[in-house]
């Protein structure tokens, strides 16, 4: 299988508050998972991301973490601030006859409230 | 600004015709990725080149075809166009040959209604 499910698909959460959202894939093969932020009328762009190799990835207020064995992710946003808000895509890698492919979850809409 | 840039940024045509949308990647960058994004499907993988060769398939129609041409450009084509065709069609590239390698760099998409 080649599923990537996200969720939830809308959060809204007070600034200065936590976002958490989860993701979970179905390859057991799938050796990198990254999270993309897509702003309106933008392309996704990399927040963050983790391989296979590495339980949890933080930069600033942004973190990652991954249990492999439960084969789920999930980023958490601290401290949310109102530029926060966008759309937010988990992938994972999947590898294919040749060449691999990212798999993206469908979304989710963080609304940062001020 | 990603550096990968895409035209036409909106197209409106009718079912039944032919369309190309055209993506310049970001200098040095050697793959092409494209992407659709519809509201009922999410972003979907279509195809990959890299460095003029197809690396990668998803899920792409028999209608549409790519290719990245020796300066790396890429485009793609959809032909006998439907409704259902109507979405946001994103280009992305990355140096390596594969999306695990690093990060993938998004244009701003090519807005196609079909109508």
């Known amino acids: 299988g080649e599923n990537v499910e996200q969720h939830p698909s809308t959060l809204s959460v007070q600034e200065g508050d936590s976002a958490v959202i989860k993701c979970t894939y179905s390859?057991?093969?799938?050796?990198?998972f990254p999270w993309y932020k897509q702003e309106l009328g933008k392309g996704p762009q990399l927040i963050i991301d983790i391989r296979s190799n590495v339980g949890e990835k933080k930069d600033q207020r942004i973190a990652v973490t991954l249990n492999k064995t439960a084969k789920h992710f999930s980023l958490h946003i601290t401290e949310t601030q109102p530029e926060d808000s966008a759309v937010y895509f988990c992938a994972a890698s999947i590898g294919m006859e040749y060449g691999n492919k990212l798999v993206f979850g469908a979304g989710t809409i963080l609304r940062v409230k001020s | 600004d990603s550096g990968v840039t895409q035209t036409p940024k909106h197209l409106i045509t009718a079912t039944g015709q032919r369309v190309t949308l055209r993506c310049s990647p970001r200098s040095g960058d050697l793959s092409v990725y494209w992407y659709q994004q519809s509201l009922d499907q999410g972003l979907q993988f279509l195809i990959q080149y890299y460095n003029g060769e197809e690396r990668a398939k998803g899920n792409i129609l028999e209608r549409f075809s790519a290719q990245q041409f020796p300066d790396l450009h890429s485009e793609l084509n959809l032909s006998s166009l439907e409704l259902g065709d109507s979405a946001l069609y994103f280009c992305a590239s990355s140096l390596n040959s594969g999306p695990e390698s690093g990060e993938l760099f998004f244009g701003e998409g090519s807005r196609l209604t079909v109508l």
């Open positions: 390859d057991s093969a799938s050796n990198y």
